[in-house]
């Protein structure tokens, strides 16, 4: 199990997010979206792309994503409350699926 560095996406955008192998134990990810009295102020997503030729499912914080083959998901973090609580990410399969976390509006 490793923990997936969130990437910041500012408002002005960014081409350059990296993706790194699912790991098999599974993943986790430091926070999650931010919010103050109930609005959103940053949202955390984990995009999830199956280069496999099956389906698998990529579960964050408990929700279950399958993702067919070939395509790409792009998961909410939930906020697990304070203190940035890590979330555990789970793959049904981990072969040829690549993960990468990003903040949108830091």
């Given at each position: 199990m490793a923990a997936i560095t969130i990437q910041n996406v500012t408002n002005a955008g960014n081409a350059d997010v990296a993706f790194a192998a699912a790991n098999s134990g599974g993943d986790t990810i430091a926070g999650g979206t931010r919010s103050v009295g109930g609005w959103e102020l940053e949202t955390v997503a984990l995009i999830?792309?199956?280069?496999?030729?099956?389906?698998?499912?990529?579960?964050?914080?408990?929700?279950?994503?399958?993702?067919?083959?070939?395509?790409?998901?792009?998961?909410?973090?939930?906020?697990?409350?304070?203190?940035?609580?890590?979330?555990?990410?789970?793959?049904?399969?981990?072969?040829?699926?690549?993960?990468?976390?990003?903040?949108?509006?830091?």
């Amino acid at each position: 199990m490793a923990a997936i560095t969130i990437q910041n996406v500012t408002n002005a955008g960014n081409a350059d997010v990296a993706f790194a192998a699912a790991n098999s134990g599974g993943d986790t990810i430091a926070g999650g979206t931010r919010s103050v009295g109930g609005w959103e102020l940053e949202t955390v997503a984990l995009i999830a792309i199956n280069g496999h030729s099956g389906s698998q499912t990529v579960t964050v914080g408990g929700v279950a994503v399958p993702i067919a083959a070939g395509d790409t998901a792009v998961i909410p973090v939930p906020n697990e409350g304070l203190n940035d609580a890590s979330v555990a990410v789970t793959y049904s399969g981990v072969t040829a699926l690549t993960v990468a976390a990003i903040r949108l509006g830091a």
